[in-house]
């Protein structure tokens, strides 16, 4: 158990909808990241979070947007689906930012129909 | 940002000692190296990370080369559990770096 939290863990939806992913970072972590994973596809690193404010940004949509709240958690929102964003999207969480050590939670598998 | 290159796949048995050479030629000064293993539908785990020279902990080896130009992960005597993907990453400890995964080396434990 790496101390981070996502729900839900399994989402089906439509396309042309919207859902919002979430998520608890370990205790004491300021950093989020969210990462998106398709099949057959490597960790793509949509944005990441560092106590409240936005600090990097990676291939993250237009349709795809993010927030980290005042009690460190996160939440990334998901519009205007398409077939092509079902994936896992995985948070991580670390005290600080940078290459140190990430941990990631079990991830929320979104299926879009 | 320091690219990375690693095999793409490595078949090995249970019970060999399986190394995964990673390729950065271009790391720079500030750069540590850092090493995840993936299982099939979850998040990945932090296995090792390094500076120079060798690091050791309970589950892998590291070794880096003076160049640091490229760094082996050394999976000692691996077992069926083992088979995963495992990434190699570069980067610095700043605050706003973007952390990649690329592709990760799939290592497939036979029995």
């Known amino acids: 158990d790496s101390g981070v939290t996502q729900t839900p863990k399994h989402l089906i939806t439509a396309t042309g909808q919207r859902v919002t992913l979430r998520c608890s970072p370990r205790?004491?972590?300021?950093?989020v990241y969210w990462y998106q994973q398709s099949l057959d596809q490597g960790l793509q690193f949509l944005i990441q979070?560092?106590?409240?404010?936005?600090?990097a940004k990676g291939n993250i949509l237009e349709r795809f947007s993010a927030q980290q709240f005042p009690d460190l958690h996160s939440e990334l929102n998901l519009s205007s689906l398409e077939l092509g964003d079902s994936a896992l999207y995985f948070c991580a969480s670390s005290p600080a930012g940078g290459a140190g050590e990430l941990f990631f939670g079990e991830g929320s598998r979104l299926t879009v129909l | 940002l320091a690219k990375t290159t690693q095999p793409i796949s490595m078949d090995s048995y249970e019970g060999q000692e399986v190394n995964i050479t990673c390729s950065h030629n271009n790391i720079a000064t500030n750069d540590y190296i850092t090493w995840y293993q993936q299982f099939p539908s979850q998040g990945p785990r932090f296995i090792i990370q390094g500076y120079k020279t060798k690091v050791t902990n309970e589950v892998a080896s590291l070794f880096i080369p003076a160049d640091r130009k490229s760094s082996t992960l050394s999976l000692p005597r691996v077992s069926l559990s083992d088979t995963a993907v495992y990434y190699c990453l570069v980067g610095d400890m700043s605050w706003d770096y973007k952390l990649s995964f690329g592709a990760g080396t799939t290592v497939t434990v036979r029995a």
């Open positions: 205790s004491g972590d300021l950093s």
């Open positions: 979070y560092y106590n409240g404010e936005e600090r």
